[in-house]
């Protein structure tokens, strides 16, 4: 009967005036196989980035396990613990928020090659809070070659200030996420991924200022954005299979926002397993963006426009990163006990941050404008511990 | 830095060009290629795109906050919304 109905669509599809039906038909075609749930599994993480004169540290802990055949749950745990002084601190001698805390939960619903998910965020700090919702389906077509997801999310923050107890703005996020990934051959996979997010409220950082000629020297003035922000992004990523048991695997994305924001970044990773146990992972990241359409590092006058924006994550620089994994796994073979497998994984990151026109502004014996470039260095630290069960 | 300044035209290329391709793989008799007898290293846990969720769920967040662009992270991201 599927075939009959398969047969009448495709005279349908194969008319050239019909390009949905073909679309349509594409996505429904092939042999079905069944999607699966996520593996049953616990994750205890130490995390660490230290560079810019801050360190945030803390504790993460995720857990993911089956409740029913059709039914996988999850539940994350994580701090970050804020140290140290960053250059925007050091020269505005501002506070912020010394430690965040975030609970996350989810659930999948397995239907014959569906999966459904819903997700719970929430994230923390004495001057901020954010709630996050998710929606997410997911099919399996074509023979299990393709896998197409749809997933919506939309977060309502509320902005504080730690110096100003009646300080209280908010902020709305949508964000639409369409992902395509393929099986290319027996050795080679792709993930096609678009992603849409929308901000409306209050998008400034309030400690954040940005500075103007004034007389001689330069004054201070709290940053002004625009009320509204969306960003779209396009990343496409693989995995290769090499001709003996290691992964070549690459990423390209490319982002652009309504605040004149274009980047990109690409990634090219190796990952090879020795013997049993050990996993070695390298790869090598390189990111690059323009500015803002309203940043500045030094404007004219204190109105010189509507938006001003000294916000260094909104000027022109790149970032390159190389990152270093060593995994240690343990099989125990009691496959009818509760515990399948464990690992011990340590992963270091360097990111290497050049800026192109936001300046040290801690020099105040030079003449504003004429400082060096500012840079920063950080590394990255996980430690981790697994267990499949 | 500027030359990659958008070309609406050739932003839309890559996701065009996916539509296209599976607009006419409805149109046509393509069977599935790999068989499941064939998926062998596929399955091998080194090539999935996140083998470690927490992993990359953490490094993803720290590149959100290093960094304007974000989305499209992939499997294991989506961050928390907040700065």
Known sequence: ?389 | MPSLHSNKWFQALPLGGLLLLLALGGCSPIQPWVKPYERNNLADPIMQFSMDPVESGYMHHVYQAREAARGAEGGGGGGCGCN
């Open chain 1, 1 to 389: 009967m599927a075939r009959k109905v398969a047969a009448e669509a495709a005279v349908v599809a194969t008319n050239p005036r019909y390009p949905l039906a073909c679309l349509l038909l594409a996505l429904i075609s092939g042999s079905l196989w069944a999607a699966v749930l996520p593996a049953d599994r616990a994750d205890v993480m130490y995390h660490s980035y230290d560079g810019g004169g801050v360190k945030i540290d803390g504790p993460a802990v995720l857990v993911r396990k089956s409740v029913t055949d059709d039914v996988s749950v999850s539940a994350q745990y994580y701090v970050d613990e804020i140290s140290g002084a960053s250059i925007d601190v050091q020269v505005n001698a501002s506070e912020y928020a010394e430690e965040r805390t975030q609970y996350d939960i989810g659930a999948d619903y397995l239907l014959n090659k569906t999966i459904i998910s819903v997700g719970y965020s929430n994230s923390s700090e004495n001057d901020y809070e954010a709630d996050t919702y998710s929606l997410g389906i997911s099919q399996d077509f074509f023979g299990d070659l393709s896998t197409l997801s749809l997933s919506y999310a939309i977060g309502n923050d509320t902005v504080g200030k730690s110096t100003d107890p009646t300080f209280e703005e908010d902020k709305r996020t949508q964000s639409y996420q369409f992902s395509w990934t393929q099986v290319m051959t027996k050795n080679l996979l792709m993930n096609f991924i678009y992603h849409a997010i929308t901000d409306e409220g209050y998008l400034n950082n309030p400690y954040r200022t940005y500075r103007y000629v004034d007389g001689s020297g330069a004054s201070y003035l709290t940053e002004k954005y625009p009320e509204t922000r969306t960003s779209h992004a396009f990343a496409v990523r693989g995995r290769y299979y090499m001709p003996y048991r290691a992964a070549f695997g690459f990423e390209y994305r490319r982002f652009n926002d309504t605040w004149g924001i274009n980047a990109y970044n690409m990634d090219l990773g190796y990952t090879h397993p020795i013997n049993d146990h050990w996993i070695i992972d390298v790869h090598y990241r390189y990111y690059s963006q323009n500015e803002a359409d309203f940043y500045s590092d030094l404007f004219p006058t204190a109105d010189f426009q509507n938006y001003m924006a000294r916000d260094k994550e909104l000027s022109t620089y790149t970032n390159n990163t190389i990152g270093f994994k060593v995994s240690y796994e343990i099989d125990t073979g009691w496959s009818h006990d509760w515990l399948e497998k464990a690992s011990v994984s340590l992963a270091w990151d360097m990111m290497s941050l050049e800026y192109e026109n936001f300046r040290d502004a801690r020099q105040t014996n030079r003449t504003p404008g004429t400082e060096s470039l500012y840079s920063l260095d950080a590394d990255v630290i996980r430690f981790f511990i697994s267990a499949w069960f």
